[in-house]
Structure formats: C-alpha cells, structure tokens
C-alpha cells in the first residue's frame, strides 16, 4: 500500500470541500446559533488527482459517533459534533454543530460565521480503491495521476484553513476571485496563532503525503501561500 494511502488510515487531510455559509446575515447570531452546514465531500478530483466516489460512502460508525475534530488532531477533544449527515444530490452533506462551550469551537464558530474559514476535510479509511492509471481507457476516471476510491469509512469531519480540495473555498458562492481568497486566508492566519501552527501541520502533512516537484516557474496563489507558511 502506497504511503499516500497510509496517510488516508492515519487520517491525515485526504479530501476537503467548499463550507457553505449559514443563512443568517448576523454573524453575533452565526455563533449564537453554533452551526454551519457544510458540503463534506465530492467526486470532484482533488490536487492529488484522487477521486471519491460519493455512493461508496460508509456512514454508520460516524453516525454513531460523529465528531467534529480540530483539523485532524486525534488527540485533541471535538470541536464539535455532526448532525443531519445524508449524501444528497451526489454530495455528502452535514450540520456541524460547533461545541462554543469550549474556546476553540467558539473561535470556530465565529471564524466560519465571518468566513475567516470555510474549508472542511474528511478523514477515512479506505476499502476499496485502485489507481486511475490502471482504469480501462473508457472509464470516465481515468488518469495518469492519483487514486479512485470505489468505497470508505468515514472516520471523521475536521475544520480545515488549508484545503486540498481546489473547490474548498466558497469564492463561487460569495462571488470572490482567487486575489480575495488568498487575503482572506493570509488574514486569519497572521491574527490567529491556533489557525497559524494548524496551517504549517497541514503544509507538512501534504508534503509528506506527496512531495512537490521542482518548479521552474514562480509559485502563485495557495501554492505560494503554502510555500510561505512552510517558511521556504
């Protein structure tokens, strides 16, 4: 089994997607009220080139425990618990329900609320996958690069402020471009140290999981936010 696949047992960040904002245009009440629905996953391909099939989903030890975790920190109490968890219209859906009895599920009510974040990521564990490269040429999955995963437990739902999933930001929805995404991200991690050392774990955790080649053109976007955080 490729290391790739030992980071997704091991939980590591494996598949992020696009936090939907809450209908309220009050954020004092986003973080009264303490929930965000959320998009958890998709098929879309991830910057691994990996695939999740959403109709292979496992949901029913998550169900029976659904925690909410601090950006795949397993040692770390839940920030909160998952309500409300169905995949609908080929996606997987939930309610976090922030713990604001706690400080860091109050900061991450609040942070979702005034979308200092938006990103989400699952932990699973996959049961059944294969490389797209060795997919039949006519199977719509195919490709040179990454995994298509047929079928996973989801173990857990973590926040997450630095997606793999290239649609993890809500820049469609709230009408940003890439410029706005990037200040809005580069803001919550420069005023808010828990975000900071979470953002350089998830960094770290990416590069371990895949490597980057060398480039010979200049870093832009995520991926030069990324290279700054990692102090490169």
Do not use: C
């Not at 629905?37 to 425990?65: C, H, M």
């Amino acid at each position: 089994m490729t290391d790739r696949l030992k980071l997704f047992e091991s939980g590591a960040p494996a598949f992020v997607r696009t936090v939907v904002k809450s209908e309220s245009e009050d954020p004092d009440a986003d973080v009264a009220q303490g929930y965000t629905d959320v998009i958890a996953s998709t098929a879309t391909p991830d910057r691994y080139g990996d695939v999740v099939l959403q109709e292979g989903w496992d949901l029913a030890n998550f169900k029976a425990n659904p925690v909410i975790m601090p950006f795949h920190n397993y040692a770390s109490p839940p920030v909160g618990r998952a309500e409300n968890i169905r995949v609908e219209d080929g996606v997987l859906k939930m309610r976090v329900v922030w713990d604001t009895g706690w400080d860091l599920g109050k900061t991450l009510a609040r942070q979702y609320a005034e979308g200092f974040m938006r990103g989400v990521s699952v932990g699973f564990r996959p049961l059944d996958y294969a490389e797209r490269s060795t997919l039949a040429d006519d199977d719509p999955n195919k490709a040179e690069a990454g995994f298509v995963i047929r079928a996973a437990e989801l173990l857990e739902v973590s926040a997450a402020p630095i997606p793999v999933q290239q649609e993890a930001l809500a820049a469609k929805s709230l009408g940003l471009d890439p410029d706005a995404e990037l200040a809005l991200v580069r803001e919550a991690v420069l005023n808010d140290p828990l975000t900071r050392r979470a953002v350089r774990d998830i960094v770290r955790s990416m590069a371990l999981a895949k490597p980057e080649p060398t480039r010979s053109t200049p870093l832009t976007g995520e991926d030069a936010l990324a290279s700054f955080l990692a102090g490169e």
